[in-house]
């Protein structure tokens, strides 16, 4: 059952007739998927947050029954909104619709010895038993291949509903899948080869569905492993056309937003993760709660890519104000949004500055009207700072959530009354493909650490094709700038 909610919003100058859909027993189901070592790590920490935000324990189980405890009286039951990321079986115990795989089982142990083992179903933890090593052409050609058949029948099994509870238990199936959120790092083995390899199968099976990606990008000065720039050039040929919409972030990025706005002398992995979870969870927002400006999957890619190939916005956050500052002001609407035009609040390394922007995507959460998202807008577009294409005079796709921001308990983060998390599709990342190009033509001129990946199967000539497609998106970006 469908019922629409018609509202009439002006925002940016315009005004906008905006259809919100609620759903009865039809579902809005949608798969996560986390892999490598970063992609379930990022995963922990990204459903720690969710069970936060529902209420749901360790366990699955929602103590007083199923009702939101953060919801407002007179409300109903987690339902169909919440229904789209976890499954109620007929024991009363909430699945999450994600599965967690990686090439060797270090990791994945980590989450079946964790304190969130009870919350997921053993068939949604896969794990290998050979290591991908950094290397793309295993993920891609040797180890991925092996393990492949096993993840594409676990997500079937997802997508019907009959893996995550068997017999008498069983979930109620997805009667509406709505598309995939993957979570990955470009730099690993397993993140960049198998995840190729996987979203071409994908792309088969489950072409009319939505593909969203949160990808852990190159940083710049930190590296996890010298081969990060042929494994990300690699994973970036072949899955560009595969994915609709691509969340970029970068650990050094957050590194400098830990040291230098959470006051955290050494930031550890976990804390890096968490701020990633919030941002992931600002943008899962309305499509887990009902909100007056809901943003579906769809929409995403509808308002942020004008061109399929030009997909990946670069992902902003606000405010960041560290937990131990317990007598902070409460920002504004003016102030956050302001906020997420500055490099310090982006969660990727690159000038805004030096770019135009394209399209942005605000999805507000908390305390949050739309004639203070009006003014705030009113007030950007003003600033001389920030640029956007002469092309494209809108620019703007706004998202209201009433929820607002939760911090898991003993974390980084101080809870506010309102936040946002800014999508921004700018020709300025383009900086970052031709930083991460010049790093690859470094090595490949030499032909340096190549016969790791040939004796795997690869042949020298993808890498020269990969990098040649890396170089027209960088033109792509260019000619996006220009004016007409």
């Known amino acids: 059952m469908l019922s629409d909610v018609v509202h009439v919003v002006t925002l940016g100058g315009c005004t906008h007739t905006v259809v919100t859909s609620y759903y009865g027993s039809f579902q809005r189901e949608c798969l996560s998927i986390h892999i490598g070592q970063a992609g379930v790590q990022i ?9 936060l935000e529902h209420g749901i324990q360790p366990d699955g189980v929602v103590p007083d029954g199923g009702q939101d405890p953060l919801a407002p009286a007179k409300t109903e039951p987690m339902g169909a909104s919440f229904d789209s990321f976890f499954c109620e079986t007929r024991a009363g115990k909430y699945v999450p619709r994600a599965l967690f795989m990686d090439l060797e089982p270090t990791v994945i142990d980590k989450v079946r010895a964790g304190s ?8 949604q933890l896969v ?3 050979e290591d991908a090593a950094n290397n793309y052409a295993r993920g891609r050609y040797s180890v991925g291949p092996e393990i492949l058949d096993l993840v594409l029948e676990r997500i079937r099994k997802m997508a019907s509903g009959s893996l995550l509870l068997p017999g008498p238990f069983r979930a109620e199936h997805c009667s509406g899948l709505q598309g995939f959120l993957i979570f990955r790092s470009f730099g690993g083995g397993t993140g960049s080869g198998f995840t190729s390899l996987l979203l071409e199968q994908l792309s088969e099976e489950y ?3 939505t593909k969203l990606e949160f990808s852990v990008y190159p940083a710049p000065r930190i590296s996890t492993a010298v081969v990060e720039p042929y494994n990300s050039i690699l994973t970036t040929h072949p899955t ?3 994915v609709d919409c691509t969340f970029l972030v970068d650990n050094e990025a957050i590194y400098n937003i830990c040291h230098g706005k959470l006051d955290l002398e050494c930031p550890s992995y976990a804390s890096i993760n968490r701020l990633i979870s919030q941002a992931a969870s600002s943008i899962t927002a309305s499509l887990r709660f009902e909100g007056i ?3 579906d999957l769809i929409e995403f890619q509808t308002n942020l890519v004008p061109y399929p190939r030009i997909h990946f916005p670069v992902t902003s956050f606000a ?3 560290s937990a131990d500052s317990n007598h902070h002001k409460e920002p504004s609407v003016l102030d956050i949004t302001a906020a997420c ?7 990727v390394r690159c000038d805004p500055r030096l770019g135009k922007y394209v399209a942005c995507c605000l999805l507000y959460r908390g305390d949050v009207v739309p004639k203070e998202v009006n003014a705030a807008i009113a007030a950007t577009k003003s600033r001389n700072s920030v640029q956007f294409v002469d092309w494209c005079p809108t620019g703007f796709k706004v998202g209201i959530n009433d929820r607002p921001l939760r911090e898991v308990p003993g974390g980084d983060l101080a809870e506010v009354q309102r936040a946002v998390c800014m999508l921004s599709n700018s020709t300025a990342v383009a900086e970052a493909w031709a930083r991460l190009g010049h790093k690859f033509d470094l090595m490949f001129a030499k032909r340096a650490f190549l016969h790791w990946y040939i004796r795997e199967g690869m042949e020298e000539g993808e890498f020269a094709e990969a990098r040649e497609d890396l170089a027209v998106l960088e033109k792509d970006y260019e000619e996006m700038g220009r004016s007409l």
């Open 127 to 129: 794990s290998g038993k």
């Open 293 to 295: 400006l809901n943003v």
């Open 207 to 209: 072409s009319g569905k």
């Open 341 to 347: 035009f500055e490099p310090s609040h982006q969660l």
């Open 319 to 321: 405010p960041i104000l």
């Open 240 to 242: 560009i056309e595969y």
């Open 43 to 51: 995963g922990g920490a990204c459903w720690e947050l969710y069970c």
């Open 116 to 123: 969130y083992r009870s919350l997921f179903h053993s068939e």
